[in-house]
C-alpha cells in the first residue's frame, strides 16, 4: 500500500511567477532507488499537493497629494495576480512590477477632495485611502472703484446734467416751497462707502454739497451737488408776453439764468416759464416775474 514520502517545494513550470508549493511524493512499502525518485519527480507524479493560502499586500495604507497633485506609488506584494481600480476621473493609475503609480492632477476647487484606490487578487481585496488639499485662493485685489453707479434728488428734482458716472459736478433748482433735498447716492463697487448723503437742509440760494466715495483700496472720489432754492416768489404775479425787450434773466438768489449777446434780446419763446424770475430790460429795468406758460 502506498505511503507518503517526505515533500518536495517544487514551482509551476507554466508560471514560474506563481510562489512555489510543497508536494508530497508517493513510494511504495518497499525499498525506492534514488532513480525513481527522480523519476517520480519529473514525472510529477504527486498527491493533492497542499495549497499555500492568498497573499495581498500594499503600502502605503494611504495617499496624500497637495492641491498642485502629482505622483505617489503604491507597492505591492503577495502570491496572486491583482487588478487596480478608481473611479475618480482625478486620480490616474500606471501599473509597474511590483507596484502601481497613482497620479492625481491639479484640485481647481478650494474645499479638499478624497477617494479610495482598490487592489483585487485571488479572493483578497485591499483599499488604499486618497485625499488631496484644495486650492488656497489669494486673497482678492482690494476695487480702487470709487465711482457712483447712480444719484438723485428726492421729489422728482432734475439734476443738471443728466447723471453720468464720469460727471462729478451737478447743479438743480428747486422752488421756494421746498425747505429740504435728500440725496441718494449708489456706488458702483459693493466695497465702496458714500458719505454725504442723505437729507439736507436748504436755505435760500445756493447750497453746495460734497459726496465722498471711498473705495476698497483707499481711492476716493468726489461729487459736488448745487442746489439753488428759489427766493418767496408771495405777490408776483404771472405775465403775459411784454411788450419790453428782455435782455438777461435772474433767479431771485441773483443767479443768472440767462443772458442775450451785445445787443441782442432774448426771444419770449426761450424764457423759463412757470418760475419767479428777475428779468432785466433792454433800459436796464429789473422787473420781478412768473412768465405765463
Known sequence: MPVFYNKVERGNPANPSIPKLWYPVLKSTGLVKER?????????????????????????????????????????????????????????????????????????????RSTTVVFSGGSLTQTVSVTQSGFNQPPPVPSSDGTLSALSLSGGVTLSPAFDPGVTSYQATVPYATASVTLTAVPNHAGSSVSGAGMHSLTVGENVFNLT???????????????????????????????????????????????????????????????????VTESGKRLKAMVAE
Not at 36 to 45: G, I, P
Not at 82 to 102: L, R, Y
Not at 228 to 246: M, S
Open 36 to 112: 525513481d525518485v527522480a523519476r517520480l519527480l519529473a514525472e510529477e507524479t504527486t498527491l493533492n499537493p497542499k495549497e499555500a493560502e492568498d497573499e495581498l499586500t500594499v503600502s502605503p495604507a494611504s495617499l496624500s497629494f497637495g492641491a498642485d497633485g502629482g505622483t505617489r506609488q503604491i507597492t505591492v506584494g503577495g502570491n496572486v495576480s491583482w487588478t487596480v481600480i478608481c473611479d475618480a476621473d482625478w486620480i490616474s493609475i500606471g501599473i509597474v512590477s511590483g507596484s502601481a503609480n497613482v497620479t492625481a492632477v491639479a484640485n481647481p476647487l478650494t474645499g479638499a
Open 213 to 279: 466715495v471711498t473705495a476698497e483700496d483707499g481711492n476716493r472720489e468726489s461729487y459736488v451737488i448745487i442746489i439753488v432754492r428759489e427766493g418767496n416768489a408771495a405777490g408776483i404775479e404771472a405775465i403775459e408776453a411784454p411788450a419790453v425787450r428782455i435782455t438777461a434773466v435772474y433767479d431771485l438768489t441773483g443767479r443768472l439764468v440767462a443772458k442775450a449777446p451785445a445787443g441782442a434780446v432774448i426771444e419770449w419763446r426761450d424764457l423759463p416759464k412757470g418760475r419767479a424770475l428777475i428779468l
